[in-house]
């Protein structure tokens, strides 16, 4: 069972070793869009909202990063994993192997055998915004130094351009 705060400060340490450019926001719980809507008018953070999912590809867990109102195209993942069954993550699933909670899934720091897609277009934001698995925080960090983050984890991270449907 993962430890929410073990979780969210290895993220940190993350950040940190990679010498990323963030603010760390500290506001009540947000677990929804409209909810970070708010928080967000309330604290004054800003940038492109992140969309982290886990998804479960047959029995694996893998995470997919990319911008908040992109459509995962499932039968593309599906396809390019080779997999029958592609689902979210049940909460139940979340909190177990993330130690995390619905709308708090986060994009690294978790344990490296689970495979990382990512959509380059994060990179391309100015300021990217996404859960350091607390619902009572929000990251905002420059995109570009989130590649070098990716860049040295010991998780399989692939790029993807063909998961979000125009």
């Given amino acids: 069972m993962y430890n929410n705060i073990k979780q969210y400060q290895k993220l940190i340490e993350l950040l940190d070793t990679n010498k ?4 760390l926001f500290e506001h009540r719980a947000a677990l929804t869009y409209e909810d970070l809507a708010a928080v967000q008018k309330e604290t004054g953070f800003f940038g492109t909202e992140g969309k982290c999912m886990v ?5 694996t867990f893998i995470v997919y990063v990319t911008l908040q109102g992109k459509r995962t195209d499932m039968s593309a993942v599906k396809q390019d994993l080779h997999a029958s069954k592609i689902r979210l993550a049940t909460p139940e699933e979340l909190k177990e192997y993330f130690g995390a909670e619905p709308g708090c899934a986060y994009p690294f720091g978790f344990d490296k055998s689970i495979r990382i897609f990512i959509d380059p277009n994060v990179y391309k934001q100015e300021w990217f915004l996404f859960s350091p698995v607390l619902p009572t925080r929000t990251i905002q960090a420059k995109g570009e130094d989130l590649q070098k983050v990716f860049s040295t984890l010991k998780n399989s991270v692939t790029e993807v351009i063909h998961w979000n449907q125009t």
């Fill in 20 to 23: 990323v450019e963030y603010k």
């Fill in 55 to 59: 998804l479960k590809a047959d029995d």
